[in-house]
């Protein structure tokens, strides 16, 4: 069974520093990643999405990579605002013949601090 | 343009009754995705749909749970008859392509009692 892990499950950090989000999965055969944000009580927005072939992705202050390999994604973020606080998602789409849907990992649950 | 459309946004009943949720998704999407979300498991795919015919329906717990989609722009999903189990936000998800990532709705949160 295909599994995606995030580390930390939560975070806390100062406004103004840069940090790193981690995810892992299981399956090196992997057709897409792709990072999500989720406020509390809201919908996923889509952040970034990387394909298979490509070894990282940029938007604005925030940069993810992707090494299949080792099966491994971070998702950088830049001089973080208290707007940035949310839970951030990854999520993996796998090249199995059909299978379509993504699997996610739990999240980190981000905070700010102003 | 309009993203992917939910409704009800919330929806509370009591055990036994019957809910029906609904999405539209993003115009021109062939690839229309159910999932549910709770505390425990996180978010897991309930069913797809490509071009309206269902492709995987294995996450879907049990013969309570079924959806359907008779045109491009309209699906639903019904549970019958609910359970507190229910309870969770089930989410609509449309796709244009694999490659194009999938894009998500608001969401119903479902409680049942």
């Known amino acids: 069974k295909q599994e995606v892990t995030q580390i930390p499950a939560a975070l806390s950090v100062p406004e103004g520093e840069n940090l790193v989000l981690n995810c892992s999965f299981t399956?090196?055969?992997?057709?897409?990643l792709q990072w999500f944000r989720q406020d509390p009580g809201k919908g996923l927005t889509s952040l970034l999405l990387?394909?298979?072939?490509?070894r990282e992705q940029t938007s604005g202050r925030l940069n993810a990579s992707l090494d299949k390999s080792s099966g491994r994604s971070t998702l950088y973020i830049a001089a973080s605002q208290p707007g940035d606080s949310a839970t951030y998602l990854c999520?993996?789409?796998?090249?199995?013949?059909?299978?379509?849907?993504?699997?996610f990992g739990k999240g980190t649950h981000l905070i700010i601090q102003p | 343009d309009a993203g992917v459309i939910q409704s009800p946004r919330h929806e509370v009943t009591e055990m036994g009754q019957e809910v029906t949720l609904r999405c539209k998704p993003i115009?021109?999407?062939?690839?229309l995705f159910w999932y549910r979300q709770t505390m425990m498991r996180g978010l897991e795919l309930l069913i797809y749909?490509?071009?309206?015919?269902?492709?995987?329906d294995s996450g879907m717990p049990e013969d309570r749970f079924s959806a359907k989609m008779p045109n491009a722009s309209f699906s639903t999903l019904k549970i019958q008859p609910s359970e507190p189990r229910d309870s969770a936000v089930y989410f609509c998800?449309?796709?244009?392509?694999?490659?194009?990532?999938?894009?998500f709705g608001p969401g119903t949160r479902l409680t049942v009692t």
């Open positions: 749909f490509n071009n309206n015919v269902p492709i995987d």
């Open positions: 399956d090196s055969a992997i057709y897409n």
């Open positions: 999520a993996v789409l796998y090249s199995g013949g059909g299978a379509d849907g993504l699997t």
């Open positions: 115009s021109g999407h062939n690839s």
């Open positions: 998800a449309s796709s244009s392509q694999r490659s194009g990532g999938q894009y």
């Open positions: 990387i394909q298979s072939s490509q």
